[in-house]
């Protein structure tokens, strides 16, 4: 399975903010989307990611202050990304050995849509679903 047959049933919603918004008003939209993680973008282009993590260790390096800032001031700016033509397993093994749970999709030098962690968990939940009932189609034909 690979990316792209994810973002296609998800869909290809990119949420984002600029490097300038404030960072209160930047978790008010991760409040109010449900969401974990923001792009920040200029111009297209991708400036960093916003995540919960970072925001809790903005919070706890230097308190509540730090609400009234730029987002510039907690994302994460060395952004990892991936591409549709990836495998389940390639960013799985992405995500876990760089401890985070977001990825970009790029495809010609251009965001088309974000993976989260939970987005392909849900997606080999179902894949092993299907394989199970499979086989219990085949057992019960043999």
Not at 31 to 44: L, P, T, W, Y
Not at 58 to 82: D, F, H, N
Not at 122 to 136: C, D, I, N, S
Request: proline letters at 1%.
């Amino acid at each position: 399975m690979t990316v792209q047959a994810i973002l296609d049933i998800k869909g290809h919603d990119i949420v984002s903010v600029t490097v300038d918004t404030r960072l209160s008003d930047a978790i008010a939209l991760l409040s109010e989307r449900k969401i974990g993680a923001v792009m920040v973008m200029k111009e297209g282009r991708i400036e960093g990611i916003l995540s919960e993590r970072d925001i809790v260790r903005v919070l706890g390096m230097r308190g509540a202050a730090i609400l009234e800032e730029p987002v510039g001031a907690a994302m994460t700016s060395k952004v990892v990304t991936c591409r549709g033509s990836d495998t389940a397993s390639a960013i799985m093994e992405k995500m876990t050995n760089g401890k985070f749970r977001h990825l970009p999709v790029i495809e010609n030098d251009r965001i088309v849509g974000l993976i989260s962690i939970g987005d392909v968990v849900k997606w080999r939940v179902h894949e092993y679903e299907q394989e199970q009932e499979t086989l219990r189609d085949y057992i019960k034909t043999a």
